[in-house]
């Protein structure tokens, strides 16, 4: 799952901790983009 989100002074997020014995992959960052097509769906 990959989940994006534009972070303004009215977004907020939640983040929880995650266990697992699996191995897992972080992609974590700041991406800028001069326009940004939102989906319907999280509108």
Do not use: P
């Amino acid at each position: 799952m990959l989940v994006m989100f534009e972070v303004s002074q009215r977004s907020w997020h939640m983040v929880t901790e995650v266990l697992s014995h699996k191995g897992r992959l972080s992609l974590h960052g700041w991406f800028h983009h001069t326009a940004c097509n939102v989906s319907d769906k999280v509108k």
